[in-house]
T-cell receptor, first 110, second 114 residues
Framework: RKEVEQDPGPFNVPEGATVAFNCTYS??????FFWYRQDCRKEPKLLMS???SGNEDGRFTAQLNRASQYISLLIRDSKLSDSATYLC???????????FGAGTILRVKS | DTAVSQTPKYLVTQMGNDKSIKCEQN?????MYWYKQDSKKFLKIMFS???????INETVPNRFSPKSPDKAHLNLHINSLELGDSAVYFC?????????????FGPGTRLTVL
């Protein structure tokens, strides 16, 4: 079993739609959680950290469920520019060692 | 201003050759990383250096040898290249601390081994 698992998609949604991605992680000792975004043929960039109480950044909301070991990302009012691969990322030990999921592809269409 | 830069951007070479990829960051971070992203898009950490000291060394063939001359540079040398080495290699940097900090990635080096 992979340490971080995501539905690869693709999720094809119309502009303005709300879309949600889930991610599960296997290591209960995991400490910190993130969503990174990667555009086609580009480097990953941090989208947002995920806090235990849940957090929101504009149209993006991240949730963490430690008991069930899953993380979610909700995108409201999707824009064409949201089209990308969303990477679920877990940090599990000292040294800033990040473990990446394979990513979920989002395609927003007009 | 480029925060994390890598050279070359593209590298096409024959099996058995030796090649190097260079990385530099101007963010003042103390920690740098090498990642490999294969054709299935999995991004996996290979190495990490903190202030020129190796702190993460994943299960990577010893044909791969990182070198950090100073905390702003982390190079990757690969000996006897194999077909399976074809991938995109990303360099990244961050500031090590009690809590993990954002990692900033370079643009990647697309390596193709023929």
């Amino acid at each position: 079993r992979k340490e971080v698992e995501q539905d690869p998609g693709p999720f094809n949604v119309p502009e303005g739609a709300t879309v949600a991605f889930n991610c599960t992680y296997s290591n209960s000792a995991s400490q910190s959680f993130f969503w990174y975004r990667q555009d086609c043929r580009k480097e990953p960039k941090l989208l947002m950290s995920v806090y235990s109480s849940g957090n929101e950044d504009g149209r993006f909301t991240a949730q963490l469920n430690r008991a069930s070991q899953y993380i979610s990302l909700l995108i409201r009012d999707s824009k064409l520019s949201d089209s990308a691969t969303y990477l679920c990322v877990v940090n599990r030990e000292y040294g800033n060692k990040l473990v990446f999921g394979a990513g979920t592809i989002l395609r927003v269409k007009s | 201003d480029t925060a994390v830069s890598q050279t070359p951007k593209y590298l096409v070479t024959q099996m058995g050759n030796d090649k190097s990829i260079k990385c530099e960051q101007n963010l003042g971070h103390d920690t740098m990383y090498w990642y490999k992203q294969d054709s299935k898009k999995f991004l996996k950490i290979m190495f990490s250096y903190n202030n020129k000291e190796l702190i993460i060394n994943e299960t990577v063939p010893n044909r791969f040898s990182p070198k950090s001359p100073d905390k702003a540079h982390l190079n990757l040398h690969i000996n006897s290249l194999e077909l399976g080495d074809s991938a995109v290699y990303f360099c990244a940097s961050s500031q090590l601390g009690l809590l993990p900090h954002e990692q900033f990635f370079g643009p990647g080096t697309r390596l193709t081994v023929l």
